[in-house]
C-alpha cells in the first residue's frame, strides 16, 4: 500500500478526460451538486491563530452555535505563541529592527525551466495585494496583508515587500537591500539571517516616518552592491506610488517623538555613548550637577531647508542652550533630526515638578508655512535624596523596560529590551527580570538577600553579593520558577529581606505583579472536519482521526472530545474543545486557508469518506476508509486502524495530482467513473481502486 501512495497523487503530467468519463458525470451529479450547494458554506479549511489556551471574550453573541457550520471544514494553527513564529509570521516590535522570515512557494508559483545560477526577484505571496505593500499600521504578521486605502501626513509609512531565488543555486547569506522614497535614499538593510535556496522565498518589512502630503513613489532594490552574480540582473528592483493626503506646503519645522524614544524631549542625567536606538528619561536627583537634554524635530512641509536651524532650549522658562545646526546639511522634507547629549552645565535643582520647552527657529530666520507649532514642553520631576548619609534600596524601571518587574515565557538572552509575554502556559517556567537602585546617599553592603514569592509562599531567595551598589546606580537580576500552573498568580519580589543594609526608608523594598497562566500548551496545528470524520494535525507532524457526530450544537469528536462553536463567518471562527476526561475548555482561535476550486468531480470526491471495496493492488486493506479533503489532504486507514495522510490536486475533472502532503506531488491518478456512492480510480502505473461511499 506504501508504493501506491508514494505514487498516488505526484503531479505534472497533463492528461485528457474520456468521454466515458464525462458522460457519466454529468448524468449521475445533478442530485448530488444540489446537495453540495447547501454544503457549500461550510467548506473551508481552517488555520488556529493561537497555540496557547486562552480566555476570549465575546459579546453580543447567542451561544452556542451551529456545529454544522464547521462540517467539511478546516483550522490550521499560524501563532506559536513566540516572537517569531512558524513559516512566515513573526510579531513586530516597532522599537526593534524587524527580522526576515523564510517561506517556501507554492509548487504553481515556482519558476520551471533551465537556469544559470541564482536569481532574486520580487514575488507577490497570494495572501497580498502586491509585491510591495503600504500600509498606515503595523499589520502584526506577514499574512493577509494588504495597500490600505488613506495614508495621511504626519503618518509613518509601514512596507513589506517579499522575494525569491527563481534561479537553480543558492544565494549567500549577506546582501544588501537599497529603500528609496522618491528617489531619494532612505535606508538600507542587510540580508544576512541564511542561505536562500532555489524556489525560496523571504518575507521582509520597516517603516519610513513621518509622511509628507502629495505623491509618492516607494523604490525598493534587492542587492544594492551587486554582491550576488544572478542569472537576470533587469529584476531585482520594484516600485509603487501612493498618494499621501494633507495641506501641508512650503517648510513647516514641528517637535516631533522618533520611534524607541520616551519623548520629544528626553531628560537624562548621564551622557548617552554612541547614537542612541532608544531613549529614556533617567531619575533626575537633587544632587545631579548637570542634565542632559535631547530633542528632535520634523521637517514637515514640501520643500528642503537649506540654512542652520537654531533650537533653544528652557527650563522653567530660562534658556539654557542654544543648538545651532544645519548649515551645510540639507534638511529634506519629510525626514527628521535628532539631538542628544546637550548638557546643561552647573544647574542646582530644588525637588519639585520642572518644565524643560523647546523652541524650534527661536530666532524666526526661517519663513514657515505654521509659525504656531514651533513649541513643544514637558514636565520632570526633581527627587531628594534627602540630608541623612545612608543608602536606600528600591525598585526601578528601565527605561527599555516594560515594568520594574518583567515576566517572560522565555530566556530573554540579556537585559535588554525586556518586555511582558503576553501569554503563559501551565507546564511552563516562569522567567522573571527584576532591576533596583540606591537611591540614598552612600553605598550598599556589598552581602544582602532578596526573597522571592509566588501567591504568597516563599520560593526562594537570592544571595546578593558582587559588588557595592554606589549612590544613584542600579542593578538587575533574573531567575525563574518552573512549572507553572493554570491561573492567576502574583510574583512579589522583597529586597534585603533579612535588613542587612540601613535604609532611609525601609517601606519602598517590596514589589508584586500580576499575570494569568492559561491552560496546559496546545500542539494543536489544524482542525479539519468531513461528513463522518475528524483530522487533527499536531505540531510533531502526527495527526488524530476519529469519528464525528453532531449533537444539536456539539461536535462530537470520539477518542477526543467535544467542541462547541463560539463564533464564525468567512474567515475566522472561534471554538472551544472541551477534552475527555476534563471540565476544563480550551478557547481556539483559527482562521479560514486556502482550498481548491468547487467543481462537479471535487464536490463528489470530497462530499464524504469513501470505503474501498476492491483493488489489483495487494497493500491497501479491503474495508479501509478513504477520505479526500478540500484543504488538499487525502486520508486512508488500514483495517488495523492505522491512518495515513497525503496530498493531492485538482488536475482536471478527470484526474488527480498526488503526493507527498503539501506537495510536492509526483504522479496522477485517473478519475474513471464517480458518482454519489461510487468511486473508480486507476493510477499512472496501472493499478485500480474501487470504492463505495
Not at 84 to 99: C, G, H, Y
Not at 129 to 153: L, M
Not at 571 to 586: E, G, H, R, V
Amino acid at each position: 500500500m506504501k508504493k501506491l501512495f508514494y505514487l498516488l497523487f505526484l503531479f505534472f503530467i497533463s492528461f485528457s478526460s474520456c468521454d466515458l468519463f464525462e458522460d457519466s458525470l454529468e448524468n449521475e451529479n445533478s442530485s448530488i451538486k444540489e446537495d453540495n450547494q447547501t454544503r457549500s458554506n461550510w467548506a473551508a479549511k481552517w488555520f488556529v491563530t493561537t497555540k496557547k489556551s486562552c480566555q476570549v471574550d465575546i459579546t453580543n453573541k447567542d451561544f452556542p452555535l451551529p456545529a454544522t457550520q464547521v462540517i467539511n471544514s478546516k483550522y490550521d494553527i499560524n501563532n506559536h505563541g513566540d516572537a517569531t513564529l512558524s513559516n512566515n509570521q513573526v510579531l513586530f516590535n516597532r522599537s526593534q529592527k524587524l527580522e526576515p522570515v523564510p517561506y517556501t512557494l507554492a509548487e504553481g508559483s515556482r519558476t520551471k525551466g533551465s537556469k544559470n545560477g541564482p536569481n532574486l526577484e520580487f514575488y507577490k505571496r497570494e495572501d497580498w495585494s502586491d509585491k510591495i505593500v503600504i500600509k498606515n499600521h503595523d499589520n502584526g504578521s506577514y499574512d493577509n496583508c494588504y495597500n490600505d486605502s488613506e495614508y495621511n501626513a504626519g503618518e509613518t509609512l509601514y512596507y513589506y515587500f517579499s522575494f525569491k531565488n527563481s534561479g537553480d543555486a543558492s544565494i549567500p547569506d549577506a546582501f544588501k537591500i537599497d529603500v528609496y522614497l522618491d528617489a531619494v535614499f532612505v535606508h538600507d538593510l542587510t540580508f544576512d539571517s541564511w542561505v536562500i535556496e532555489p524556489n525560496g522565498g523571504v518575507n521582509w518589512g520597516w517603516n519610513i516616518p513621518y509622511l509628507t502630503a502629495g505623491n509618492h513613489t516607494i523604490s525598493i532594490i534587492l542587492d544594492g552592491d551587486n554582491e550576488i552574480t544572478e542569472s537576470n540582473e533587469g529584476d531585482n528592483e520594484y516600485s509603487r506610488s501612493f498618494f499621501v493626503n494633507g495641506e501641508s506646503s512650503g517648510i513647516n519645522l514641528i517637535p516631533y517623538k522618533p520611534e524607541g524614544w520616551g519623548d520629544n524631549i528626553v531628560v537624562k542625567n548621564t551622557y548617552t555613548e554612541g547614537e542612541p536606538i532608544s531613549l529614556y528619561d533617567d531619575p533626575i536627583y537633587t544632587t545631579d550637577s548637570k542634565l542632559y537634554l535631547a530633542v528632535s524635530y520634523a521637517n514637515a512641509g514640501t520643500e528642503t531647508i537649506n540654512r542652520a536651524i537654531k533650537t533653544a532650549l528652557y527650563i522653567d522658562g530660562v534658556e539654557v542652550r542654544v543648538i545651532d545646526y544645519g548649515e551645510g546639511n540639507p534638511f529634506l522634507a519629510g525626514h527628521y533630526r535628532t539631538h542628544w547629549n546637550y548638557a546643561v552645565n552647573d544647574i542646582v535643582l530644588t525637588a519639585g515638578t520642572h518644565t524643560v520647552k523647546m523652541k524650534i527657529d527661536y530666532d524666526n530666520q526661517i519663513a514657515e508655512s505654521n509659525e504656531s507649532d514651533n513649541e513643544y514642553s514637558r514636565t520632570f520631576t526633581v527627587i531628594d535624596l534627602g540630608g541623612s548619609d545612608l543608602a536606600n534600596l528600591q525598585f526601578y524601571k528601565k527605561e527599555d523596560w516594560s515594568d520594574k518587574i518583567v515576566i517572560k515565557n522565555h530566556d530573554n538572552g540579556s537585559y535588554d529590551n525586556c518586555y511582558d509575554d503576553s501569554e503563559f502556559a501551565a507546564g511552563e517556567s516562569l522567567y522573571y527580570y527584576f532591576s533596583f537602585k540606591n537611591s540614598g546617599t552612600v553605598s550598599t553592603p556589598d552581602s544582602f538577600y532578596i526573597d522571592v514569592y509566588l501567591d504568597n509562599e516563599f520560593v526562594h531567595d537570592l544571595n546578593f553579593n558582587f559588588w557595592n551598589i554606589e549612590p544613584g546606580h542600579n542593578s538587575a537580576w533574573a531567575w525563574s520558577i518552573p512549572n507553572l500552573t493554570a491561573g492567576n498568580h502574583t510574583l512579589t519580589i522583597k529586597l534585603d529581606s533579612k535588613n542587612d543594609v540601613n535604609e532611609s526608608n525601609e517601606n519602598d523594598n517590596e514589589y508584586s505583579r500580576t499575570f494569568t497562566v492559561a491552560g496546559p500548551l496546545m500542539d494543536y496545528e489544524s482542525f479539519e472536519f468531513v461528513e463522518s470524520r475528524y483530522f487533527i494535525t499536531k505540531s510533531d507532524g502526527s495527526f488524530l482521526t476519529g469519528e464525528l457526530s453532531v449533537n444539536n450544537s456539539v461536535l462530537m469528536l470520539y477518542g477526543l472530545g467535544s467542541i462547541s462553536i463560539q463564533t464564525i463567518d468567512n474567515q475566522n471562527i472561534i471554538f472551544k474543545l472541551t477534552p475527555n476526561n476534563s471540565s476544563t475548555a480550551i478557547t481556539i482561535i483559527a482562521y479560514k486557508a486556502p482550498e481548491i476550486n468547487s467543481t462537479s468531480m471535487t464536490d463528489i470526491l470530497t462530499w464524504d469518506s469513501w470505503v474501498l471495496t476492491n483493488s489489483s493492488h495487494t497493500t491497501p486493506d479491503i474495508g479501509g476508509i478513504w477520505t479526500f479533503t478540500k484543504s488538499n489532504s487525502y486520508i486512508f486507514e488500514y483495517s488495523n486502524g492505522t491512518t495515513y495522510m497525503k496530498g493531492w490536486d485538482y488536475a482536471d475533472e478527470a484526474s488527480i495530482y498526488y503526493g507527498n502532503y503539501g506537495g510536492p506531488y509526483s504522479g496522477v491518478a485517473f478519475i474513471e467513473e464517480i458518482s454519489s456512492n461510487y468511486l473508480y480510480i486507476t493510477d499512472d502505473v496501472g493499478y485500480w481502486y474501487s470504492f463505495e461511499r
